[in-house]
């Protein structure tokens, strides 16, 4: 039966690939929770400007680094590739 140009063609991906993108898509979500708790915390800090937006900017700087690592991850996922861990690593510096 030829399929109809109105339905969605749904990706199916193998249980070890579907346990990866959970997996990947976890640990993405927690570096955003860890960043937003963490980036709050200092703004509420009352601590010197300088040393302030020093360690504003390293968080930024961790969270970007974390964050293309995962994409990363995403994408090769994305094409059905699994080419290396989706644990979330903490890229401190």
């Not at 570096?31 to 915390?41: A, V, W």
């Not at 690592?69 to 903490?90: I, V």
């Amino acid at each position: 039966m030829p399929t109809q140009p109105y339905e969605a063609k749904v990706p199916i991906y193998s249980d070890d690939l579907l346990a990866d993108w959970q997996r990947t898509l976890a640990a993405l979500a927690d570096i955003e929770t860890r960043y937003e708790i963490e980036r709050d915390h200092l703004e509420s800090w009352s601590g010197p400007a300088e040393v302030k937006d020093h360690i504003l900017a390293e968080l930024e700087h961790c969270h970007r680094t974390s964050r293309e690592r995962l994409a990363l991850q995403l994408e090769r996922l994305h094409h059905g590739r699994d080419l290396g861990p989706a644990t979330p690593r903490r890229t401190d510096h």
